[in-house]
């Protein structure tokens, strides 16, 4: 399936980013899909998934959320966090583009996907760091985002005043929450404060944890990728999306 590489114009500047259209047109209106990366940036592992989304037939959406300090990396997903001065490097990426940087940049994203043939309903799915983003954007964009789905986001109910829990409330569509069974940047008390949230605000959800899996376990790059957890992480994902866009 062919990438087609952009250029978006964001408030901050220029963010590169790759499309994926599916292989034959939508019959009705054409749902597309925000792709939020995680913390080693857009690279072949997810370009290949973008490829698996874009084949249900969806118009796909992966930008360079690091733009800021571009060029940067190549990071490699198994080994980076292993050297101190490239783990260094890459959490300063992470806590330099704030949840706020990114909604603001989400604007910009939504209407790339219009231009690309996006006239129906659009979802966000993001992996580790891009789990928060994908929840605040639909948090930020209600009329424009029906769905949002994030697999081992981390600090998803934080003390932070952006932490995604706070802001569920301004959710108008479905959310899916797939949880590590082993992850120190979501805890078992974080789960519940995102849980109670959730159901507070009425939002229709489901948070489920994938027992065995560590994070990172959906991403064909990582040191700790699951076969077996990876599909069903698409099992999950691809109907969610399919009753909800």
């Known amino acids: 399936m062919a990438k087609l590489d ?18 034959k047109p939508a019959a009705s209106r054409q749902a ?3 792709y939020y990366m995680d913390a080693f940036g ?28 571009a060029p940067y990396g190549p990071w490699d997903a198994k080994t980076a966090f292993g050297d101190e001065a490239t783990r260094t490097e890459i959490m300063s990426f992470i806590n330099g583009t704030t949840q706020d940087m990114v909604v603001s940049d989400s604007a910009s994203f939504l209407d790339a996907l219009a231009k690309h043939g996006v006239t129906g309903r ?9 789990g928060s983003r994908a929840l605040n954007g639909a948090a930020a964009y209600p009329d424009r985002i ?5 697999f081992h986001g981390g600090n998803l109910a934080s003390d932070a005043p952006d932490s995604p829990h706070r802001r569920v409330g301004s959710i108008s569509g479905r959310v899916y929450i797939g949880v590590a069974g082993v992850d120190r940047s979501f805890p078992p008390e974080q789960s519940a404060k995102l849980a109670q949230a959730l159901r507070e605000a009425e939002v229709d959800h489901i948070i489920e944890n994938y027992v065995g899996n560590q994070h990172g376990w959906t991403v064909p790059d990582h040191g700790v990728f699951d076969a077996a957890g990876a599909e069903r992480h698409w099992k999950r994902l691809l109907e969610f999306f399919a009753e909800a866009l």
């Not at 250029?7 to 980013?17: H, M, N, P």
């Not at 698996?52 to 959406?61: D, E, H, I, K, P």
């Not at 029906?146 to 994030?150: F, L, N, P």
């Open 6 to 23: 952009i250029t978006i114009e964001t408030r901050d500047g220029k963010a590169e980013a790759g499309v994926f259209a599916p292989p």
């Open 122 to 130: 659009v979802g966000t799915v993001g992996y580790c760091m891009g």
């Open 42 to 69: 857009p690279r072949p592992a997810t370009d290949q998934m973008a490829e698996r989304l874009a084949a249900a037939g969806y118009v796909v959406l992966v930008p360079d959320l690091f733009y800021r300090g």
């Open 32 to 34: 597309g899909i925000i």
């Open 146 to 150: 029906a769905a949002a789905a994030s």
